[in-house]
């Protein structure tokens, strides 16, 4: 079929983390609403999630609203907020039945308490799952989690000499997470949008021009295929360099 990975189990990336964009102008190429390219994002999300769990990645962290949407037009707004919660409706007990464990990023306290309440009961209705950790980033701002994440050491009274890298990250909304090894970004936009700041600092990244609703199953695949390429050296030398050095 093509579509199985050639990728050894060690090169898939444990953690994929996407910049879902390009909806409005999916939809605007087909002189569509710009909710409909929302509503067919949606419809792509679902493969991109099951494929996910059938390529083995075990977290998959996905933007899908962020700190800084607030600034769209009303009706926008409310549209994606409706989408969102449809979709939990719509999905909740097929990823369940998946084993997938929903977790939420983000600040849920701005959110309607209809809404509010329905992404807590997910998260908890799922919470002991394990094939497939979904991160969902709803009202999402990185900035925003670091603030959050300052704010909170400093009420408990941790003192200045305690303060690291590894007490910073547990206080994000991704504590426990390990950090992504690949961020897609679809829709060509060069740049991270406040999405993920502290946590990508060593990520790899796969931008393609493809719009969200179409970025499918198969072009998926080459993102995984591209990142098993990677030579991740984390500020030291190539894993080949360094064995060459050794044997010398
Ligand atoms: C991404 O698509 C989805 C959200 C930000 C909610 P956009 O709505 O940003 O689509 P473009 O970038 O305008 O095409
Ligand atoms: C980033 O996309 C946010 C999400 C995908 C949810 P945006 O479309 O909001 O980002 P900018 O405005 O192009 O940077
Ligand atoms: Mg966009």
Known sequence: MGEHLKIPPE??????????????RWALSRGLPRLAGHRAGTENLRRII??????????????AFSTENWG???EEVKGLMHI???VID??????????????????????????????L???????DNDRLVLNVAFNYGG?????????????????AEDVNAELVSQYLFTAGVPDPDLVIRTSGELRISNFLIWQTAYSEWYITPTYWPDFNKEEF?????????RDRRFGGVSAAVDNKVHAS
């Open 143 to 159: 900035r925003d989690e670091i603030v959050y994440a300052i704010q909170r050491i400093v009420e408990s009274g941790i003192p």
């Open 121 to 127: 009961d997910a998260v908890e209705l799922t919470k």
């Open 90 to 119: 719509r999905e909740l007990a097929e990823l369940h039945k998946e084993g997938v464990q929903l977790r939420h990023i983000g600040r849920l306290e701005r959110l309607a308490p209809k809404l509010h309440k329905k992404v």
């Open 11 to 24: 090169k898939i990336p444990q953690h994929v983390a996407i910049i879902m964009d390009g909806n409005g």
């Open 72 to 74: 769209r037009p009303p």
């Open 84 to 86: 969102f919660e449809d």
């Open 50 to 63: 099951r494929a996910s769990v059938e390529f083995g990645v075990k977290y998959l962290t996905i933007y």
């Open 221 to 229: 695949r080459r993102a995984l295929e591209d990142y098993a390429r």
